[in-house]
């Protein structure tokens, strides 16, 4: 950092002002914003939603929102001027040339209808290149990201693909015409913690090796702690802090930085011990296997989601399963609730066969609460009545009884009465999920099932959703399953953990024990992916 100030200039940006069109007037997403990237250096820009960090690099590109306007005092990339730039000339000499760009969701973003190898080779030959020379410098780059057999897998469409896998092609296309700059918005956000690391560690890796600039935009200090020279806060479209990484982090200045280091989940406090608990929850040796066939003529297949697993969930505990994508936690807990058919074992929910008991009183025993807060509510329902929907399926109370409840139950989840005839699209994602928990809630369950509550959610408003979670469960005396793949989470929340991997439980145990001593190499190597700072 220290020669920082003798290597040129990548990118400068001087007084950078964005404005979108919006109902009735105009919003400014960037307001005066200015950076200077040196080559080979690595930036991270880091906000919550809405706080200009893609919008910024989206300018950069060219690729702005139709209607959008936008004014700069100089916004050059090496020698060049890219005001001066017509549309044409920024698509032939500058995006996907001269800066490349990772996007959050690589299955949104490769295509699925063709092979990965034709849309590496287009990258190139769109600007010039030959299609042999394209061919060969695609294998090369698939080699350098390490992607397994590349000249096997080199015709294989992206549904082929792990999302890890899926996301180094991304890094591999970006890098094709050998860029001064890549940009990578929230590339780690879709991807489980373990795959998050070597993805990171990637980026660093071929920073240093190709002495590419890097800009990585991100909502999580934690992604940036270990991989980036310097960190440059935003909100509400500005800059409010701007600094090498370490002093940022270990001194911050601006207090919307000091909550944002704030919100990160921490170790919990020391939880009683649950000894003679009862036992709310009991899985005894339960499997469940999925068959399916490729193509219409192709021979069935079988996959075993879950293999043989058992837990118990005392009355009053958080028990955190985690595990990767894939490994059959979700599939778990869709048993446990009893939305899908167990192949063979017993669960038993306060000493019932889930089986044996009834939908209604199923309802009334166990509540999930979803990922997304987006798609898990109707948007065309009030939140009222999406929140009173359980009761009038399960005809509880008067009509005045109910609304009385739904209106309790929003009180309880900090909803105030404005939200009461609001709907999901006029709502933050931290006020959906809000909404989401209060319908869990509003059949007084003993039971909450949140599956991965707060992945979809900035940092700080996760922290908002995990205090009301734990503030509730003590409220309520609810008992509390909580399936996730952030390690700081279950720090935060959970009494006891269970790890699964491959559709087995490969390690349980106390939190504090299983973060100090974990038992088996997988849970240490999902400890060390976690990043720390």
């Known amino acids: ?72 005092r100089r916004i050059t990339l090496g020698e060049t001027d890219l005001r001066a730039l017509s549309e044409r ?14 996007f959050q969701e690589p299955m949104t973003s490769l295509n699925p209808v063709y092979p990965i190898g034709r849309q590496l080779i287009e990258t190139m030959t769109l600007h010039g290149g030959s299609r042999a020379a394209a061919r060969d410098r695609a294998l090369e780059l698939l080699h350098a990201v390490g992607l397994p057999e590349p000249e096997e897998r080199f015709n294989q469409y992206p549904h082929q693909f792990s999302g890890g896998q899926r996301q180094r092609i991304m890094i591999a296309m970006a890098l094709m015409n050998a860029p001064d700059i890549l940009i990578a918005d929230e590339p780690t956000t879709a991807l489980d913690v373990t795959i998050q690391a070597q993805i990171l560690d990637l980026l660093r890796d071929l920073r240093e090796r190709l002495g590419i600039a890097m800009i990585l935009i991100t909502h999580d200090f934690g992604v940036v702690a270990n991989h980036v020279d310097r960190v440059m806060v935003m909100l509400k479209g500005e800059v409010v802090e ?14 919307y930085t000091k909550r944002l280091l704030a919100s990160i989940p921490g170790a919990a406090p020391q939880r009683a011990p649950t000894g003679d ?30 293999r043989d697993a058992s837990l118990v969930l005392k009355q ?34 306060d000493g019932t066969d889930v089986a044996d008991i009834p939908p209604m009183a199923r309802a009334r025993l166990a509540q999930p609460v979803f990922q997304d807060p987006y798609g898990s509510l109707n948007p065309r329902a009030s939140v009222s009545e999406i929140i009173r929907r359980p009761l009038d399926v399960h005809q509880v109370g008067t009509r005045a009884e109910r609304d009385a409840k739904v209106r309790r139950v929003m009180e309880q989840t900090g909803l105030g009465p404005r ?51 734990d503030r509730l469960k003590v409220d309520l005396g609810l ?54 700072f």
């Open 419 to 469: 939200f009461y005839h609001a709907f999901p699209n006029q709502m933050s994602g931290g006020q959906r999920q809000r909404v989401a928990i209060a319908r869990a809630l509003i059949l007084d369950p003993r039971i909450v099932i949140c599956d991965e509550p707060t992945s979809a959610l900035d940092v700080s408003i996760q922290a908002q959703i995990l205090t009301l979670l």
């Open 1 to 72: 950092m220290e020669h920082r100030d003798i290597r040129p200039s990548a990118v400068e940006i001087d007084e950078l002002t964005v404005t979108l069109p919006i109902p009735g007037g105009t919003l400014t997403a960037v307001r005066d914003l200015s950076l200077t990237l040196a080559a080979g250096e690595m930036l991270g820009i880091v906000g919550e939603s809405g706080s200009g960090k893609s919008m910024t690099a989206l300018a950069l590109m060219g690729l702005l929102p139709q209607g959008a306007d936008w004014t700069a």
């Open 479 to 532: 008992t509390l399953l909580m399936i996730t793949h952030d390690l700081g989470v279950v720090r935060q929340m959970a009494d006891r953990v269970v790890v699964m991997r491959q559709g087995e439980i490969v390690e349980r145990g106390e939190t504090t024990a299983f973060f100090n001593a974990p038992e088996t190499d997988y849970a240490r190597q999902l400890l060390r992916a976690v990043p720390a």
């Open 242 to 255: 701007d600094g090498p990484v370490e002093a940022v982090l270990r001194n911050p200045r601006h207090d």
């Open 277 to 306: 608990t009862p036992a709310l929850i009991e899985v005894a040796h339960v499997s469940r296997t999925y068959s399916f066939r490729r193509g219409i003529f192709g021979p069935r297949r079988e996959v075993q989601a879950v």
């Open 89 to 102: 000339q920024m698509s032939a000499q500058i995006r996907g040339k001269r800066i490349g760009m990772i």
């Open 316 to 349: 009053g505990e958080t028990l955190a399963i985690v595990g990767e994508s894939g490994s059959g936690k979700s599939t778990l807990a869709r048993l446990i609730l009893g939305l899908e058919a167990r192949d063979r074992g017993q669960i038993r929910i």
